[in-house]
């Protein structure tokens, strides 16, 4: 196990454990963000108090995902002073101002905000309260759009050149909207809203098929679906686009993720590999399924390719990205995934025009619930194969073809690195399941229909009475 004493692989693995853990609440806290903004405001134009209870139950939710997105984000952070310090001495400049406006202007406004969207419903006016969810909402992408230029960045440094071992940033502009940027801040958006969507139609047909406030989470089952019939198929375009920006500005990783040691020349076709088992030493491909002339539909949608595609064995050995295996299927699951999304989506729309997702029959459909429930948890592994996808294929180099990943590791003692990294491990554990303990207490209660609801509880002339479904409230007549 010669890793243990290697300090660079060991705080390879560190940040590749922090990172992992630390995506799983972001991913939810920005999408989710989105869907309160939306309830609310049908709340505020429609005084249904279905939609005030469904903000204050999702709202539960979504606090305790930042809570741990915080807890699990600061450490990550400071690791590039602890294990990655040349690193940030050659790129501080620009990369360390960038993560500096990720905390004061995205975290901060985020952060000063989610009191009022938790706790001012009755302290606050109506239209003050959206306000500070909308600011919520916005902080946490805004969050988003920074960490995602910062690594794309990374990607595809632009804007300066390296000098004596420090990049010079000469036009700061440039280094911001960088060739990948605008691609990977759209796909890592919608990445988390689609996420945040089938998590929440996945509780929601969780509470249906058990029988519990069926008609009250068919709305909120019917307002994701809504969603996801732009976003589900839209996510697919833009992760097309991300292909396309990986070809031209990283061909190593395109090598990577199909598994391709020959390159195909201008005009001609290649299959497209389904499964494969790479063979770093021998340079070959020891197992394919293959697809003929599937590579030129998959980035062209054509069989002869109009560019070249390069293979491995155009860079040298220890110029290739590393764990051609985990690369190659990540991605694989990643598009499967999103695949997936399109046809569940597809499936609920039919039932719902066919009149089966109304509150009174929905719960026939078990097997369309049961798909939603099993989509829950994808988006997230969506989202961690994209990145390991993104992060390991850019190897070796932490800055795509100019600081090495060797050269960008602190020269700490191995001993310490594992030392962290085994705390990480424990710590991450116990907040990961305190998490599942929480989240499945928030679930198992269920929404609070006994609360009062702010502007309707004065007025006697609206039926306000909590059960199993809160109708549309509308005013009754006395003596009715």
């Known amino acids: 196990m010669e890793f243990l004493t290697d300090t660079v692989v060991l705080s390879r693995m560190q940040f590749a454990l922090t990172s992992i853990f630390h995506m799983l609440w972001p991913v939810l806290t920005t999408g989710m963000g989105i869907y309160l903004v939306i309830v609310e405001g049908l709340w505020l134009k429609t005084r249904n108090p279905d939609y005030y209870y469904h903000a204050r139950f999702w709202s539960k939710l979504y606090v305790l995902n930042f809570g741990i997105g915080v807890a699990s984000g600061v450490p990550m952070e400071f690791q590039f002073g602890t294990n990655w310090a040349p690193f940030s001495k050659a790129v501080g400049d620009f990369f360390g101002s960038i993560l500096g406006f990720e905390a004061s202007m995205a975290f901060m406004l985020e952060a000063g905000f989610l009191g009022i969207m938790l706790f001012g419903w009755e302290r606050v006016n109506s239209v003050m309260h959206y306000i500070a969810t909308i600011l919520v909402a916005f902080g946490a992408n805004l969050s988003t759009f920074w960490i995602l230029t910062a690594n794309s960045w990374m990607q595809t440094p632009v804007g300066g050149e390296l000098v004596d071992g420090k990049f010079i940033v000469r036009d700061y502009f440039e280094a911001i909207w960088n060739p990948s940027m605008v691609n990977s801040v759209l796909h890592m958006f919608f990445a988390t809203l689609e996420t945040s969507l089938f998590v929440i139609g996945g509780i929601s047909a969780w509470y249906i098929l058990n029988k519990r406030n069926q008609a009250f989470f068919s709305k909120s089952l019917k307002i994701v679906l809504v969603a996801a019939i732009a976003v589900a198929p839209l996510q ?224 006697p002339g609206l039926d306000t009475t909590p059960g199993e479904f809160l109708p549309d409230r509308r005013p009754v007549e006395a003596g009715k």
């Open 236 to 459: 697919i375009a833009i992760g097309h686009w991300s292909g396309e920006q990986v070809r031209e500005n990283q061909p190593s990783k395109l090598a990577a993720i199909e598994a391709r040691w020959e390159s195909v020349a201008e005009g001609e076709s290649a299959p497209w590999s389904i499964l494969a088992l790479p063979n770093k030493d021998g340079e070959k491909n020891d197992f394919e399924l293959n697809v003929p002339n599937g590579l030129g539909y998959i980035l062209e949608f054509k069989p002869q390719l109009s560019e070249p595609v390069l293979g491995l064995k155009e860079w040298k050995p220890e110029d290739r990205p590393p764990m051609l295996g985990l690369i190659f299927y990540s991605f694989r699951i990643m598009a499967g995934i999103g695949f997936f999304y399109v046809g569940l989506v597809i499936w609920s729309v039919i039932q719902w025009m066919r009149g089966n997702l109304s509150a009174l029959n929905i719960t026939q459909q078990s097997w369309l619930l049961r798909g939603w429930i099993f989509a829950a948890p994808l988006g997230y592994i969506a989202v961690e194969a994209g990145w390991i996808v993104r992060e390991v294929g850019r190897q070796p180099w932490t800055m795509y073809g100019l600081i090495r990943t060797s050269d960008a590791a602190s020269a700490v003692p191995a001993g310490n690195v594992l030392g962290s990294l085994m705390g990480f491990t424990v710590v991450y554990t116990i907040l990961f399941i305190s998490a599942l303990y929480f989240g499945s207490r928030i679930i198992h209660k269920g929404p609070n229909l006994d609360l009062p609801v702010p502007g309707i509880e004065n007025h």
